[in-house]
């Protein structure tokens, strides 16, 4: 049988390695929030230059025919 002795120093230690568990965690949600931030920075960022682009481009997807002959021909002519 353990002795009423090692009782507190071992739920002392439990605890103590729960606080350290715990310090770990939000340090760990600190640093996937702020990486989630950037994301979504980076996505809106994006999201601009692509309707940027688009606006550019005319919004017809791309099915519009060439404007001349010479537009039609590959890049090594």
């Known amino acids: 049988m353990a002795s009423t002795q090692s009782t507190p120093h071992t739920t002392d230690q439990r605890l103590t390695e729960l606080e350290i568990k715990a310090s770990y965690a939000d340090d760990l949600l600190d640093t996937l929030n702020a990486q989630v931030a950037r994301?979504?920075?980076?996505?809106?960022?994006?999201?601009?230059?692509?309707?940027?682009?688009?606006?550019q481009g005319g919004d017809d997807g791309g099915t519009h025919a060439p404007s001349s002959p010479r537009d039609e021909l590959p890049p090594h002519y």
Request: hydrophobic letters at 35%.
């Open 39 to 55: 994301q979504q920075e980076q996505i809106d960022l994006l999201l601009r230059d692509v309707s940027r682009l688009r606006q």
